[in-house]
Structures are given as structure tokens and as C-alpha cells.
């Protein structure tokens, strides 16, 4: 495959998209499905409701009032035998409602008087059974309740463990080594001068998690080819994400030592700013290595161009929709390729925050999402394709 160089925006992510291999499946327990990507699709195991049900407190009757009420059904049971004319039980929201009802009386429009009940409907009412929820009123045994591709949230699981599932088949979540890379950097403690506190690997660590991925390590790695080398050798994530010596600097070592390990670089920069310097390549076995610039803001374009598409591709997961907001200030025209640029919403549309330049996270932090300034889209009015803040919690 010949290297996209400076390889444009839409098809850098197409790329990444095709060559991730997709990982095999599990299952797993409801408890620990939040997040996950069904595998398989969730078909509801039972008609839901199973049974007709009361969609309210108060009785079952059967034919014209008064009633006589025989007792109440309990919640948790069926009824024992039909409801005889004239007749009256007691149930409860989601009651099995016995053969041979013909209403559901509500509890605030009766009253029960030496066993007989009497109904006291308001104005204009009727009896009928439109406070029942008829059997399969929300799902037939059988029915898709969840595709798969999806992520899993909280809803779609509990609708899988009312249709009566106990586990569902979830895909393997792909793992990921973060190699940091860079004599100055330290993984801890206070900024000095002439040392530069590793912000990039916190970041990029939700922002797997968030893409679906696991991060199994992260590793600092010196200036060295030799050493960058054999970091690539030893990891056995899915994907190796480097940070920084990407570029073509005497400090940049990692198209060296991708040769050295016999990897096909198949992204070589990418237009884009910030970002360009983002590297993606083929180990021989198959596995990904992500080369992201050393800047926190063009960490996250670079991750956005070649990681997420492909920790996405790896499960399967359904691809997201496109969305478009109005841009809301006009923009320096830029005809190197498309900008990535963090946003705040304002009554006009989308605007930039006040922190964009690459090595800032204060306006990724502050922000609403990243937009997509395509060349040609720099004007205020012009809808541009946004994407969601993919680092925060939702």
C-alpha cells in the first residue's frame, strides 16, 4: 500500500476504518456490559408484557356496576380462575388481569361500600380496558430490542434484562500500549524549566476508554531509535500509541525505528492543523502503531485521525452518524487542508474558544466539542461537521 502523505483528513480516518482487524466476542454479565459493543444482536426472549397487565392501581371488573369485590390479586401471581359477571378484584400496577374483565376501574374513581364497589367516574368517562397494557404491547418474543454495533448505555441494558437476559455476547475491547516518548518529558511531579510534564497520556487514556479501547501500559521511552524499537517489539496491545518524534527533528526517531522493525508506514502526515505530523503504520503481525505529534491539542486531532476509527472498526460498533452546527464567526482562511478547532456554542453558532493553539489543553477542557473546518468553510453561516467532546465523561 502506498503512504498517504499529507493524506487528507476524510480518508486518513477511512484508512485507519479498514485496516483494523475486527477482535473476537465474550460474553459478559449485565453488571459489566456498560460501555460495551454487542456483538450479536438482543432479541427479547418473552412477549412484553407477558401477560395482559393493569397500567393501574384500583380493580378488574367484569360487565356494569355495582361490583362485588372478591378479594385482591396479589402482586407476583396470576389469577386462579375468570372474573364472573358483576364481579370486582383488586390489583395493582402490572397486575395479570384475569380472563373475563371487561374494565379496569381505577382506585380514585371507586369506592368499596359493605364489599360492593361503586365507581365514581369523572365527567365523560367510560368504562373500558384502556388501563390495560395488552400482551407484546412493547415486544414479541423474538423482536430486535438492541442491534448490534451498538454501544451499550445504561437503557439499552436494562431493556435487554427485561426482555430476560442474564449476559449479553459483547465484543473483546481491544487493548492499547502508550509509549512516551521524549528525554524531557516526566510522567510526574511539578513543570521546570527545560522539562515538560506529560500531559498527553492522562488525556489519550480516557479518550481510549471512551473510543471503546483499554490501556494496558504506559511507558516512557528515551530519545533512542534502538530503544523506541524495541518498545514497538515487546508491546502486545492491538494498537501502540507513541507520543512525540513524529516529526523530522534530531530528537525524532519514529520513522527510524519503524523501519528498523520492518513496519509499513501507510499515513505520513495528515493535512491537517494542528496534527499533520501524525504517523500510522503495520507492525508485521498485523497490529497498529499510531505515531501522535508531542502537542496536547494535535495529540487529540492525531488520535481523532488514525485511533478512534480504528478502536471503533476493531468492535464493530455501528458507526456514528455525521453532526453539523452553524459556524458562528468568520475564520482566517487556511488552505493547507481542514483545522480542527475547539468550540464553544454561542447564540451566532460554533466559535473558538480563546485556547487553541496546539499545545493547549485549557481550551480543549473549556470547550464544547471540536468542529471541522473544511477549506472553502471559514465563513460565519456555513454548516460544518462537529464532533462531540470525546474526552469528557457523559
Not at 369523572?122 to 388501563?131: C, E, H, M, T, V
Not at 530503544?227 to 494498537?239: R, Y
Not at 491539542?297 to 478512534?308: D, M, R, S
Request: with cysteine; net charge negative; hydrophobic share 45%.
Amino acid at each position: 500500500m502506498a503512504a498517504l502523505v499529507r493524506g487528507e483528513w476524510d480518508a486518513v480516518r477511512r484508512v485507519s476504518t479498514s485496516l483494523a482487524k475486527p477482535l473476537a466476542s465474550e460474553m459478559c454479565d449485565l453488571a459489566d456490559a456498560y460501555g460495551r459493543v454487542l456483538a450479536s444482536d438482543v432479541r427479547s426472549l418473552v412477549d412484553l408484557p407477558a401477560a395482559d397487565v393493569s397500567a393501574m392501581d384500583g380493580w378488574a371488573v367484569s360487565g356494569e356496576g355495582p361490583w362485588q369485590v372478591r378479594g385482591r390479586l396479589v402482586n407476583g401471581t396470576t389469577p386462579d380462575r375468570p372474573l364472573g359477571a358483576q364481579e370486582a378484584v383488586g390489583i395493582g400496577t402490572g397486575g395479570v388481569v384475569p380472563v373475563g374483565a371487561t374494565a379496569i376501574v381505577r382506585r380514585e374513581h371507586g369506592d368499596v361500600i359493605e364489599g360492593q364497589l361503586r365507581w365514581a367516574p369523572p365527567a365523560g368517562a367510560a368504562l373500558s380496558l384502556k388501563d390495560v397494557r395488552p400482551r407484546g404491547d412493547e415486544a414479541h418474543r423474538g423482536d430486535v430490542m438492541v442491534f448490534a454495533g451498538t454501544r451499550l448505555d445504561s437503557m439499552s441494558i436494562a431493556l435487554a434484562a427485561s426482555t430476560g437476559h442474564d449476559e449479553l455476547e459483547v465484543a473483546i475491547i481491544p487493548t492499547v500500549d502508550l509509549l512516551v516518548t521524549g528525554d524531557e518529558v516526566d510522567l510526574s511531579g511539578l513543570p521546570v524549566p527545560g522539562r515538560v510534564r506529560d500531559s498527553v497520556s492522562p488525556a489519550l487514556n480516557g479518550m481510549v476508554r471512551g473510543a471503546g479501547g483499554s490501556v494496558q501500559n504506559v511507558l516512557p521511552v528515551p530519545d533512542d531509535v534502538a530503544a523506541l524499537a524495541a518498545q514497538l517489539l515487546a508491546s502486545t496491545a492491538d494498537i501502540v500509541i507513541t507520543s512525540g518524534g513524529t516529526a523530522v527533528g534530531e530528537a525524532d526517531h519514529l520513522h527510524d525505528a519503524l523501519r528498523l522493525v520492518r513496519a509499513e508506514i501507510v499515513v505520513d502526515r495528515v493535512a491537517v492543523r494542528p496534527g499533520g505530523p501524525t504517523v500510522l503504520a503495520i507492525l508485521p503481525d498485523g497490529r497498529l502503531v499510531a505515531g501522535l505529534p508531542g502537542n496536547p491539542l494535535a495529540a487529540v486531532v492525531g488520535f481523532l485521525a488514525v485511533v478512534e476509527p480504528a478502536l471503533r472498526a476493531m468492535t464493530l460498533e455501528t458507526e456514528r452518524p455525521c453532526t453539523y452546527e452553524r459556524l458562528g464567526t468568520d475564520l482566517d482562511r487556511f488552505d493547507g487542508g481542514t483545522r480542527i478547532v475547539p468550540f464553544i456554542r454561542s447564540d451566532a453558532g460554533v466559535v473558538p474558544t480563546s485556547w487553541t493553539g496546539s499545545s493547549m489543553l485549557r481550551g480543549l477542557a473549556s470547550s464544547d466539542g471540536l468542529f471541522v473546518v473544511r477549506p472553502g468553510e471559514a465563513t460565519a453561516g456555513t454548516s460544518i461537521e462537529t464532533f462531540p467532546a470525546v474526552w469528557r465523561l457523559v
